[in-house]
């Protein structure tokens, strides 16, 4: 079987590491389906100050937050680092965006999928799909 490589957004981060969000139990059977498959999971580094600043706040969980953050340290995650190409093209699709819900962190999780050239995001967010791009649970 070929490797299997999906980019993560925040949301789905978020969603792992709380047990009382709405999208807590899909992103765990989705996590579990992508490891069956042998899927590189793959965060854009703008994902981690996203889902750790909203955990912190609009959550109001600090613990999870420096979870994800020791986590990080400790190298669980397989990062992207965005460079100059992921960063322009982002602001380009970025400047497509008809809804304030839009972010220029989700465009860079759209730059990256197409740097790594796939079609795949676990994410909850219905613009990927309008980008062209496959949610991993679906």
């Not at 953050?69 to 970025?94: K, N, P, S």
């Not at 759209?110 to 649970?137: C, H, N, V």
């Amino acid at each position: 079987m070929s490797e299997q490589v999906i980019v993560a957004d925040a949301d789905a981060l978020i969603a792992l590491a709380l047990e009382h969000d709405p999208n807590h139990l899909p992103a765990v059977a989705i996590s579990k389906k992508l490891l069956t498959q042998g899927a590189t999971v793959i965060f854009p580094i703008t994902v981690f100050p996203e889902a750790i600043t909203s955990l912190r706040r609009a959550a109001n969980q600090p613990d999870k937050a420096r979870l994800i953050a020791r986590q990080l340290q400790q190298g669980a995650f397989h990062v992207e680092y965005i460079d100059e190409q992921i960063l322009m093209r982002a602001t380009r699709i970025f400047e497509k965006a008809n809804s304030k819900q839009n972010t220029l962190f989700d465009a860079i999780v759209a730059a990256t999928a197409e740097k790594l050239m796939t079609t795949s995001i676990f994410s909850f967010d219905d613009w990927y799909p309008k980008l062209g791009f496959r949610l991993a649970g679906d």
